[in-house]
């Protein structure tokens, strides 16, 4: 054993097999993620950089991919274990607790309460910060659901007067 060690340690330098670096992990953009674990064939093409923002992301989805904003709202919310809903139909109050600044800042509509939840519609699940940005607001656990981000700016409108 001794001898299969000193021969081992008598390699030089240029002898000595050294693995391969480990490549550097590639991340994705969310909507892109979400369109391929619902297995769109175009998902892997789809041009967008982390830096694209929600209203580029779901844009580009629906040409790229040729889908309807309602297809990729399911997707998207699939993809992050949320609901998808439909505001046109949704009957929204306002919510004068809830600054404008907040809901312009994450583009996100609240859309119905209680005394213990907040039930937000998002077009950007992805942000960490929104729920936590919004529970401390309202003092109430936050729950998603996913909207495209036209509907959730047209609710806006249409409940607030102003668009985020």
């Known amino acids: ?39 769109i064939p175009q998902a892997d093409d789809v041009p967008l950089t982390l830096e694209s923002d929600s209203e580029e992301a779901w844009k580009t989805a629906t040409e790229w991919c040729e889908l309807s904003m309602d ?31 907040l809901m312009r800042r994450y583009r996100a509509l ?11 519609a998002v077009s950007d699940p992805s942000d960490p910060h929104l729920g936590e940005a919004f529970s401390f607001v309202a003092r109430r656990s936050v729950a998603l659901v996913v909207a495209p981000p036209e509907a959730i700016s047209e609710a806006i409108w249409k409940t607030y007067g102003w668009m985020p």
């Open 1 to 39: 054993m001794r001898k299969i060690v000193d021969d081992a340690s008598a390699q030089t330098e240029s002898e000595v097999v050294t693995s391969p670096e480990p490549e550097p992990k590639v991340s994705t953009h969310w909507m892109a993620a979400a369109l391929r674990r619902a297995g």
């Open 71 to 101: 297809e990729v709202a399911a997707f998207v919310a699939s993809h992050f274990r949320l609901r998808a809903v439909d505001l046109e139909s949704a009957e929204i109050e306002a919510m004068e607790d809830i600054p404008d600044s």
């Open 110 to 120: 609240p859309i119905a309460q209680s005394d213990r939840y907040l039930i937000l």
